[in-house]
């Protein structure tokens, strides 16, 4: 009886140290970082947005979307905290201090308890029992020091992107109240949540930034925007996630541009035309760039400070210039009054004197009438007069180009109305002639009979217009080809 006493004691000491150990490793750090270590980085998770009421269609721009959203969130250097996330944060961090000290200090308390049932010889325990005081006066030190001291947090940190992010990939979002949860497990600091939706013919982009910290949304923003202003609009969007995620202090750029028709560019995109603004935009700098038909590109880099406004203004000089006069003669030099047009568009009435780019070449054309034009290309060099030789005329048995396209338009118009309208009289000869048979109806049995003759009337006549269209399209292309212009005599 007095050996089984001692392996009794052993027993006990090696169970009690046993749970300690394992109430220490059980001990939860914190899930924003470990306990009493700052996070190196401020780390945000990006969820795949819901796109569940786009059609299979536009879910590729729904990914767009959120690609072009994340892409702006993570190129942004660093988080600068306010202060109301900074206070939270370090409770945060100082709840989770506490919760560790107080699970270690538990932990050697059983320690030391568990050596009245060790066995150990007098002399032994003492000296173990000295070791254990001391570890366990260190462990209540500790924990006092986590009551009283608040972690210290850093105004700001570098913003990184999750795990979860790399390589472009992005998870599914958190249930509805369960964001707080999802993030600490994840050590998330922020979490992008978002969804697109069909709008009237647009799409429509809601979105937050959610902090597991303070349990709100550092920023919620939405826009609508049609296919043309895509870029545009996401541009924008993520310009103003950036400068929420960011924390500094918005900065706005306005631009005023004179002619007001002239076009503004701001980082590659068109804001606009004359004046544009105030835009949100990160803090930093931004290529903005103006430009217009005869006038000189303007393009610079401007600063734009946080919480500054920030304007630029514009005046663009016109191009240089110089001036030609241009008029039309027929083939033997004599002036003929026709309408001319500079690159396409409608200049006025010859004789006309024209002002043209010196650092690019120009196309001007001369029509007197729908059967002469002529036509040259102006370049450095060409001289300040310029005579539009107008081509003959072509003779009168000679077919058109332009006869030739308006009737081929017009047989194959035809065909396109008489076809459908057979079809139609046809479904209905069809129609008349099954209830004429279920009805045994005499009656419907001859308005079947009639509307089968109009619809192989009107086949014919489709037939007939197809093959006028086909017969047109040739000629319309022989017309167009040089050659039936040197077989109708013109030279």
């Not at 603004?277 to 610079?300: C, K, N, Q």
């Amino acid at each position: 009886m007095g050996s089984s006493r001692p392996r009794f004691g052993i027993a006990l000491a090696l169970l009690a140290g046993l749970a300690a150990r394992s109430y220490c490793a059980e001990s939860p750090r914190s899930s924003g970082a470990p306990a009493g270590d700052e996070p190196p980085s401020w780390t945000v998770g990006v969820a795949a947005f819901d796109v569940s009421r786009l059609g299979t269609a536009d879910r590729l721009a729904g990914d767009l979307v959120v690609r072009t959203l994340a892409k702006a969130l993570f190129a942004a250097p660093r988080r600068a905290l306010p202060e109301d996330e900074r206070q939270a944060y370090a409770g945060f961090l100082a709840g989770k201090n506490m919760e560790s000290a107080s699970k270690t200090l538990a932990a050697k308390r059983g320690v030391r308890d568990a050596l009245l049932f060790a066995g150990n010889p007098e002399w032994k325990y003492r000296t173990l029992l000295e070791k254990a005081d001391e570890d366990v006066s260190a462990a209540r030190e500790a924990f006092d020091a986590s009551v009283r001291e608040m972690p210290r947090v850093a105004a700001e940190r570098p913003l990184a992107a999750a795990k979860e992010n790399k390589d472009g990939a992005f998870f599914e979002a958190p249930a509805a109240g369960s964001e707080r949860s999802f993030c600490l497990k994840r050590s998330y600091d922020a979490l992008l949540l978002g969804r697109v939706e069909p709008f009237y013919g647009r799409l429509y982009v809601a979105l937050r930034l959610y902090s597991p910290y303070l349990d709100v949304d550092l920023y919620a923003d939405s826009v609508a925007f049609s296919p043309m202003e895509r870029d545009a609009a996401l541009s924008e969007l993520s310009l103003r996630l950036v400068s929420a995620a960011s924390g500094s202090p918005p900065a706005t750029l306005s631009v005023a541009v004179e002619p007001e028709d002239a076009g503004v560019h701001v980082d590659g995109v068109l804001m606009g035309e004359g004046s544009v603004g105030p835009l949100e935009r990160v803090p930093g700098s931004a290529l903005v760039s103006a430009d217009r038909e005869g006038y000189e590109r303007f393009e610079r880099r401007v600063e734009i400070p946080a919480g500054e406004r920030t304007s630029v203004s514009i005046s663009l000089p016109r191009a240089a210039s110089r001036r030609v006069s241009v008029g039309l003669v027929d083939g033997e030099g004599k002036p003929v009054d026709g309408s001319i047009r500079l690159d396409g568009l409608y200049a006025g009435i010859s004789p006309l004197e024209l002002e043209i780019p010196v650092d690019r070449s120009s196309f001007v054309q001369g029509d007197a009438d729908k059967r002469r034009s002529g036509a040259a290309v102006l370049a450095e060099g060409s001289g300040d007069a310029v005579s539009l030789v107008l081509a003959p005329a072509l003779p009168k048995d000679a077919t058109p180009v332009e006869d030739s396209r308006r009737a081929f338009y017009g047989a194959f118009g035809r065909f396109s109305l008489a076809m459908p309208l057979a079809f139609i009289v046809s479904g209905m000869a069809t129609s008349y002639a099954t209830t004429a048979v279920y009805e045994d109806s005499t009656v419907l049995s001859g308005r079947s009979a009639a509307f089968q003759t109009a619809g192989a009337v009107l086949w014919t006549v489709a037939g007939a217009f197809l093959a006028e269209s086909a017969y047109r399209l040739v000629r319309y292309l022989r017309s167009s080809d040089s050659r039936s212009v040197k077989r109708a005599g013109v030279r």
